[in-house]
Nanobody
Framework: VQLQASGGGLVQAGGSLRLSCAAP????????MGWFRQAPGKEREFVAR????????YYADPVKGRFTISRDNAKNTVYLQMNSLKPEDTAVYYC???????????????WGQGTQVTVSS
């Protein structure tokens, strides 16, 4: 299963970016989709996830109120809308798919290639 993440870039603090993650239909319709990030020298951390049933979402505390995860079933795509970006949001962002309702990285079965987000101060 191959996930394709895109949409990263360089943005000033306070700005916005939208990340996209395209997934095969069979993955998209039955897996939990999540976003993680990894900054240099740090471990990969959970950002947000959305359930395939009822689209219930869950966010890490540092991004609550600023980031929104959503999915477009017609396009088999998950989005991460990131607003009010801060320099500490700088990281490589990964999308991932899991059969479990989990926020732990090792619980995710499939990963995208990562997309760089850089927020300048």
């Amino acid at each position: 299963v191959q996930l394709q993440a895109s949409g990263g870039g360089l943005v000033q603090a306070g700005g916005s970016l939208r990340l996209s993650c395209a997934a095969p239909e069979r993955t998209f319709n039955s897996y939990v989709m999540g976003w993680f990030r990894q900054a240099p020298g740090k471990e990969r951390e959970f950002v947000a996830r959305i359930l395939w049933i009822n689209d219930i979402t869950y966010y890490a505390d540092p991004v609550k109120g600023r980031f929104t995860i959503s999915r477009d079933n017609a396009k088999n795509t998950v989005y991460l809308q990131m607003n009010s970006l801060k320099p500490e949001d700088t990281a490589v962002y990964y999308c991932a798919a899991s059969r479990q309702n989990t926020i732990v990285a090792r619980g995710y079965d499939y990963w995208g290639q990562g997309t760089q987000v850089t927020v300048s101060s």
